[in-house]
């Protein structure tokens, strides 16, 4: 078996677990600027097949957003594979260093705040739904 064509598997699987949860994938620099430039919120989730925390990010993408208050926009990179978008988008993290599998949330163009990797990692899927459901509390209009 091809290696990378089974690894190619893994990543269409993860690409499509963000954006069947309502996720729009951003796959070039200038589809970053144009997303997290948007007024609003914006959540960022930065996707990566990495075992562990991937497994915990997604489906806490796919679930938080379930929820009174969310953000505006849903967007996603994916860290490894859409390298120049991903990053462009962590050009917009200020303060924060490279962290995938994570979550950042914008508004009106300037990053609020991040989940980052070491904070999913060592979560469950339902405890980092609970963080990202209290950053929406906190920066979001209900939906």
Known sequence: MDFNIYMQDFVNQARTEITDAGYEELTTPEEV??????????LV????ICGC?????????????????RPDHLVTVFAGQDR?????ARS????????SPS???MKDGKIVTMIERHEVESSTPVEVVQQLQKLFDE???EY
Do not use: I, M, W
């Not at 600027?33 to 914006?42: F, I, N, P, V």
């Open 84 to 88: 120049e978008a991903t990053e462009q």
């Open 92 to 99: 917009y993290f200020e303060g924060f260093p490279p962290s």
């Open 53 to 69: 925390a991937g497994g915990v990010a997604r489906p806490a993408a796919a679930n938080a957003v379930h929820y009174d208050y």
């Open 139 to 141: 920066h979001c209009e």
């Open 45 to 48: 989730a930065v996707n990566s």
């Open 33 to 42: 600027d144009q997303a997290l430039t948007r007024k609003g919120t914006t």
């Open 103 to 105: 979550f950042a949330l």
